[in-house]
């Protein structure tokens, strides 16, 4: 006889070992592991009754779309498989395949759009999945810091010119106004 299922909302403590480099990454995206670990288990333990490829595909698909917020607050795609195309010399050339959110994949190589999550020869397993999409959340609010930084520094170098000439043409008597007040 199995043991009793606990009340729902009562927990108990739990030791958790997880790679150094999933940690960083999770505490840069400012991530709360414990409940994201309390999640993953209860998605563990779904046990769905005799999957088909098609239940494969729907919870693949699912999966996909939760990632759409974050695709779309930070405009960044993950790699979720690829393409193997074999060459007569014997070479193969791998076209990765992205996810660019809302249901969207796109053929990194040929910048085309492919139909959808079963027109993809390999799809990557949800591990991978996962840290894909987590090493490309990372890049791109790292690469927006560095976007405002250079945004705001480059303002401010335009600003120091402006107040420069305005400063310039004042003492020359030419009654230059700053740029920043531009007649109608």
């Known amino acids: 006889m199995s043991e009793p299922m606990s009340e729902p909302g009562k927990k108990k403590n739990l030791m958790l ?4 480099n999933t940690i960083e990454k999770a505490k840069k995206l400012r991530l709360n592991i414990s409940d994201i670990t309390e999640r993953v ?13 098609e239940m494969v595909y729907a919870k693949y698909a699912e999966l996909m779309k ?29 076209d990765l395949v992205l996810y660019c959110g809302n249901g969207r994949y796109l053929s990194d190589a040929w910048g ?9 020869e390999n799809l990557y397993p949800p591990k991978t999945i996962l840290s894909k999409f987590l090493e490309a959340l990372a890049d791109a609010k790292e ?3 560095e976007e405002v930084s250079r945004i705001e ?10 107040d420069e000439l305005v400063a310039k043409h004042s003492d020359a008597g030419l009654g230059v106004k700053p740029a920043r007040s531009s007649k109608k």
């Open 17 to 20: 070992t997880v790679d150094e």
């Open 66 to 94: 939760t990632m759409d917020p974050m695709i779309e607050k930070y405009r960044f795609n993950v790699v979720v498989g690829d393409y193997v195309d074999k060459q007569a010399d014997g070479s193969e050339i791998v």
């Open 143 to 145: 690469s927006r810091k």
């Open 41 to 53: 288990l209860k998605a563990y333990t779904f046990e769905p009754e005799d999957p088909d490829r």
């Open 153 to 162: 520094f480059v303002r401010k170098v335009i600003e120091a010119v402006n």
């Open 112 to 120: 085309e759009s492919i139909g959808g999550i079963k027109d993809i």
